[in-house]
C-alpha cells in the first residue's frame, strides 16, 4: 500500500515516534556525536516512514536527553512538508526550545528523571496554574498544544479549561492489562474520548500500542491520531521501518470511529 493509498482509506492518522532510532544511535555514539560513522540517522527514519504513509513524526527531548538531542530536533524542523510533534516536560528550558522551534504540535507530558518511559498521565488539574501560561504561549505561538493525561474526566476538563486544542489519552494501562481488565480501561478511555469531544478537544491516544492491541482500542469513539514508537521501532528490526508502518496503517484503516455505538 503506498502513502497515497493510506491517506484515502485511514482516518486515524499515525505519528511515528522515532526515539528508539537516536536511544540506538546513543548507545554507541553518546560520546562521539559527530563522528563521520554516527548511525543509524533519525531524519533518514522519518523520511522512510512519512514515505510509507505516517501522517506525522514525533519526538520527546526530555530533560536528560537521553535518546533525541537537540540537533535533532532542528534537523527535523528543517525538513519540508513534514508534521513535527513534539513531546515535552513543561520546564522552563524545554518551553523555550519549544517557542523558539514552532513544532507544529507539541504534547506536554510527565517526565521524571528515574523513569524508563512515561509513566502516568500528566496531572493537568493538579498543575493548572503552571500549565496554563504554557499552552497558552506554545498556542499563540502557532503550536497546536496536547496533553497526555489519564482518562479522567477531570483532567479532561481541565485540558479543555486551560486551552488547549488536543489531548492524549494515555493506552499504558490498556496496553499492559489484558482480558476483563484491558476491556474496562477501554470503556474508561471511551468515556473520557467522549468527553473530551464534547468539549471541542482533538482526540489523540498513544503508548504502547501494536498491532496485536490496536484493535480491542476501536470501540473508543473519535480518536484521531495515534502516537506509536516502540512497537514500530521493534518490528522494523525484523521487517524495515516501512513495512513496520504500513502494518499499523493497515489495522489502524479497520478503525470505525465515530460513537461508541458506531464503533461497535
Ligand atoms: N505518546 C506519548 C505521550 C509517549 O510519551 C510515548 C512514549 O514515548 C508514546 C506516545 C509512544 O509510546 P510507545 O513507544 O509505547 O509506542
Redesign the pocket.
Known sequence: MDAAMNEAVNHLHL?V?V??VATLRQARYRTMPTAHQVEPSVVEATRMALAAGAHSI?V?LRADRRHIQDADVHALRAERGMLLNL?MGNTPEIVEIALRVKPDFA?L?PEQREEV??EGGLDAAGTRQSLEPTVRALEANGTRV?L?IDPEPEQVRTAAAVGASMI?L???TF?NETGAARAAEAVRLAAAAELAHGLGLQV???????TGNLRELFGVPHLAE????????SRAVAVGLAAAVQEMLAVMAEYPGGKPSEAG
Open positions: 505519528g515516534n526515539d528508539h514525533t520527546h513531546e504534547c507530558v518511559t512515561t496536547s497526555f492524549e494515555h493506552t499504558g496496553a489523540n491516544a498513544g503508548h504502547g500500542l501494536t495515534l502516537n506509536i514508537g516502540h512497537h514500530l521501532v
